[in-house]
């Protein structure tokens, strides 16, 4: 008889499955070590009684490690939300560290939607016992979720990649953010902002984390996921379960139509439910020991290389799975084109914790999918563990990644430090020792995401405005924060920041951005930083939720002069493509110092180069780098008087800093004057070869 399925249950997909032409719907759930399972409904009226109880009957609804079972909608009558109840063993021992509970409600991994009752709490959660009624549930799904893409395509920028790191909810959430009241911190609230954003010249927003979470554990940033398909609902203007993934895919949709690559900043190390402390709300219940790895010790189970309380045992086959089909969903169903994976290198580890530095089978399953081809990835290639893989050291050759030595560098030159020009040249030159273009390796200069800032560490404006990190309202003593290279300007903070004070501190935030749309690689930068946003010296606001984190509009108007600056070099860099190269500029730069020559020597604070643009068919690019606090008389030493017109000066006030490309104004001398903590560039419309006289390179 060919009806199994009918009756019994499909194991092929995982999850919930609407089959329309039989009006039911097929659940199926991975769990090895289970040994009763229960699905249990839900209307809306009665959260506390399932109004339709199924239990698995592991003789004819379990294939393998997977219970499936097939429910006409009939059955269920009008429920509208569903969860399980999973029965298994006690640890047994410290490989098997099972976390059974056959009270608590569980939420599908492969829930779309999760619901949370105006009941929930998550204390009992943290329980032993029944949480009914007040647990988060799954919400079914059916063919009224869907979405008219029209012809709506992925989107991929080479040269004119410019990445910007936004917050959905902080960046649209103050009320003087321009948008609806309805719309601000939501999906919705980012297209209303679209026109900004193009103004701007940002071509891709990488979106910090979506996916649902738990806001009563007082994570802001999102980084501890409950579920790796759900949009986070907190995001969403409606409480309407099925507009909540319609809300997230006309965003996407209206980035797309303004050429905007979407990234959706993932995290696959670790999830929301902690340590042996935390709540079980999933993958505790549904099968611990597939989920997480472990330590073996009793008292402190869980491994604990996210820095989160937990890690994913990505070297499970059934986890491995999980990830892939996460992506294949946000890449085919919700149309995003790409993804950053926070601290990546956890997927590198194998069920030992032990590193796998050449041939990690999560990272090979992800890379060999066929429905991710195309696919822009980006590693954050380390972990809390020690885990640090930057460059060809990370086994996921074709990935992109966070370039923490391009970040580092930059801070401590630009801030004044000694000894910093040879890694200057190495990190514009686009980190060629990390990303090593020889026969082996084949890397390329575009995969290192130049950065200066991000959401982990100061903003932009407090990384030139404050020496200390000031945390103390994150509850952690002012111990939590990352290392930043900062420097005050002279003055710790704005209050009573003289004149002075403020105009150095632009002047060293135009230096940051100046250099890091003439470095070759890809460049990013968080959200607000084009308008100096300021944290008041948090570096670490992960739990803020508050004006601290949310963007505060006021400062565009306060700093339209900033705003000018760096739209205009992110439309400068873009019109010059050679400045990001699918390969290293090689031949085409010349490097000098002040002099002829490079000075490499400790004390050394300037730098300059020429890059010649003839293979891109762009102008000759001239840059003048001065970090130290005093002027320096550089030398022009390519082409002759006249040939050059300057297009930057940050030691210049607005508008005279950055100029438009009709505006620029001609060098009638062989030497600039650069002034201290200060960048020029020049440019040069005829294609002559560079001085091949310089004997001072990177290769």
Known sequence: MDHWDKTEGSPIHLGETWIASENAYNFALYSKHATQVSLLFFTEENLNEPVYQ???????????????????????????????????????????????????????????????PPTFDRHLACQPGSNMGHAPLS?????????????????????????????????????????????????AGVIEKIPYLKELGVTAVELMPVYQFDTQDGNYWGYMPLGFFAPHDGYCTTQETCERHIEFCEMVKALHRADIEVILDVVYNHTGEGNESGPTYSFKGIDNTTYYSTTGDPDAPYANYSGAGNTLHTANRAVRKLIVDSLQYWAKEMHVDGFRFDLASVLTRRADGSIEETNPTTLGQI?????????????????????????????????????????????????????????????LYGSSDLFPDDCMHALRPYQSINYITSHDGFSLYDLVSYNEKRNWENGEKNADGTRDYSWNCGWEGDENASPEVMRLRKQQVKNFFCLLM??????????????????????????????????????????????????????????????CRSHFWREDIKWYGATPYVDLSENSKTL????????????????????????????????????????????????????????????????????????????????????????????
């Open 139 to 187: 919400v079914l799904q059916s063919i009224k979720c869907a979405f008219s893409w029209e012809d709506d395509e992925p989107i991929h920028h080479g040269s004119n990649l410019i990445i910007y790191e936004m917050h959905v909810k902080g960046f649209t959430k103050n009320s003087n953010s321009g948008v609806a009241e309805n719309a601000r911190g939501t999906f």
């Open 54 to 116: 199924f239990q698995f009957e592991p003789h004819r609804n379990k294939t393998a490690e997977i219970w499936h079972c097939r429910i006409p909608a009939t059955e269920i009558k009008h429920a509208k939300y569903y969860a399980y109840q999973i029965a298994g063993p006690t640890p047994e021992d410290t490989l098997e560290w099972h976390t059974f509970d056959s009270e608590k409600l569980l939420l599908d991994p492969y829930s779309r939607n999760i619901f949370f």
């Open 367 to 427: 890379g060999s999918d066929s429905v991710l081809a195309g696919r822009r990835f980006i590693a954050e290639p380390w972990d809390a563990a020690g885990g640090f893989q930057l460059g060809s050291r990370f086994p996921g050759h074709r990935w992109m990644q966070w370039n923490a030595a391009y970040r580092d560098t930059l801070q401590q030159f630009v801030r004044g430090d000694k000894g910093r020009i040879s890694d200057l040249m190495t990190r």
């Open 608 to 699: 300059a180069f020429c890059l010649h643009g003839a293979e891109e068919e762009h102008a000759d690019i001239y840059v003048m780098i001065n970090a130290s606090s005093n002027a320096y008389h550089f030398g022009i030493h390519e082409g002759t008087p006249g040939e050059w017109k300057r297009v930057i000066d940050t030691s210049q006030a607005s508008p005279q800093d950055i100029l438009e490309p009709e505006e620029a104004s001609i060098v009638s001398s062989t030497t600039y004057d650069v002034q201290p903590r200060s960048v020029v560039v020049l440019i040069k419309q005829s294609h002559e070869s560079c001085n091949l006289d310089n004997r001072t390179g990177v290769n």
């Open 518 to 579: 003439v470095s070759n690689g890809t460049p990013m930068f968080r959200m607000g930083d084009e308008f100096l946003q300021t944290q008041e010296g948090n570096n670490n606001p992960y739990n803020q939720d508050n004006e601290t984190s949310w963007l505060d509009w006021s400062r565009l108007d306060t700093h339209r002069d900033m705003f000018r600056f760096v739209k205009l070099i992110i439309a400068f860099r873009k019109r010059h493509s050679s400045l």
